[in-house]
């Protein structure tokens, strides 16, 4: 461990003179704090929760610093980040990578500056429209969908826009939400994104194919997809379909051998006032295989939550948020069994990006950059 430590740490001087000359610069701080009505004796949010999972306490969601640069057909990116989403949600991560948000370079394959960006390392989940970053989600909380797919992923992606709309990437991954393949025999995993977006609207297709363990054949088949809107008068809504299967038995082929996760989610936002905007989100899960969460067949999630753009980079953000599982795994305040979790969350947050030169080259943001 302390030689991979040593070794991160001299990629990371050495990359120090190359993110000084970075075209774009990134930094952002979110921090909260939360009141679980059910009062849990260690502090924490239920543990299908990854991001603002800390209880009565004051903290840091996420920390980051972010380096980006694009020029002679190369570009790359490094995002070093620190807080309680790092320490949730990074866990089964060695300790001398957990600190990347995200480290890429990436090559135009194009003699014509069309745009065919082939990048290798970690970069953000092609699955789902919500990210680790805050200030770029409706909520001030993630869904539990969210929490429950790929934040982040590495290998290999290739992605081009085609004409003006259409854009799409292809990827060869080291596994569901993995830095590393654990074990190197296991097979890499593959996925898609498609999107398409015109006069406000924006479709999104994503899929995951993957083997999910060592020993034996145990494949994994998810797709998400997703479409937003946005009004002239700034009204959003979002709205969200996750399907996932994954194989137990032993036959790859046979419909017997999988077991079915998914959920589908409606996210809303309205503007009050130029700097107030009310948020809604809706969300029902569903995990009676308990792939992803023990113990809650059924879970229906809902919140409301007030933003205020103090400035252009800073937001005050509250929410109320309701957790109904069919199964009583919560606790109420006296800690008697229950099937509702109620919580109210206080956040703030400071986004600034700047451009220190104008980029030599024009080519277009990979498909996978578009907000989510």
């Known amino acids: 461990m302390k030689k991979n430590k040593s070794i991160v740490a ?17 930094v952002y701080g979110e921090t909260y704090y939360q009141f679980d009505l059910s009062n849990p004796s260690n502090g924490l949010r239920p543990n299908f929760i990854y991001s603002h999972n800390r209880h009565n306490e004051v903290a840091l969601n996420l920390g980051l610093i972010h380096f980006s640069d694009e020029r002679n057909r190369m570009r790359f990116a490094l995002g070093l980040m620190a807080g309680t989403y790092v320490q ?4 089964i991560e060695p300790d001398a990578v957990r600190m990347i948000n995200e480290g890429y370079v990436g090559f135009d394959l194009s003699k014509e500056k069309k745009g065919i ?29 969210a ?40 097979a890499p995993s593959f996925g898609y994104q498609v999107q398409y977006k015109r006069k406000g609207w924006l479709f999104n297709s994503s899929a995951y194919l993957g083997n999910e363990t060592a020993q034996v054949i ?13 009004a002239k008068n700034k009204m959003t809504f979002t709205l969200g ?35 107030l905007t009310l948020a809604a989100r809706g969300c029902y899960f569903k995990d009676k295989s308990q792939v992803m969460i023990a113990n809650s067949p059924e879970l229906l999630d809902v919140s409301l939550g007030l933003d205020f753009a103090q400035t252009e980079n800073s937001k005050i953000r509250l929410e109320g948020r309701w957790l109904k599982s069919s ?4 606790r109420d305040f006296d800690g008697n069994p229950t099937t509702n979790n109620f919580c109210v969350s206080l956040a703030f947050t400071y986004s600034l ?4 030169v104008t980029p030599k080259y024009g080519g277009k943001d990979r498909p996978s950059d578009v907000a989510e």
Request: hydrophobic fraction near 40%.
């Open 147 to 186: 929490d429950n797919s790929p934040y982040y992923e590495s290998g290999i992606r290739l992605g081009k826009s085609f004409g003006e709309y259409w854009s799409g990437t292809i990827f060869l991954l080291n596994g569901w939400q993995r830095m590393y393949r654990t074990n190197p025999a296991m």
């Open 353 to 356: 990006e700047h451009v220190f």
């Open 327 to 330: 199964e009583e795994r919560f």
């Open 241 to 275: 379909f996750d399907d996932g299967w994954q194989q137990y038995g032993r036959e790859v082929f046979s419909s017997d051998a999988y077991v079915y996760w998914g959920g589908a989610i409606l996210v809303m936002t309205y503007p009050l006032h130029n700097k």
């Open 117 to 145: 960006w082939l990048d290798m390392g970690v970069f953000a989940s092609h699955i789902g429209f919500e990210s680790a970053i805050g200030a770029d989600c409706a909520t001030l909380s993630r869904s539990v969908m």
């Open 10 to 26: 001299f990629l990371m001087l050495s990359l120090l003179p190359l993110c000084m000359q970075a075209q774009k610069l990134r």
């Open 88 to 91: 949730a949600n990074l866990i």
């Open 218 to 230: 145990r494949m994994r088949f998810f797709h998400d997809f997703w479409m937003k809107y946005e």
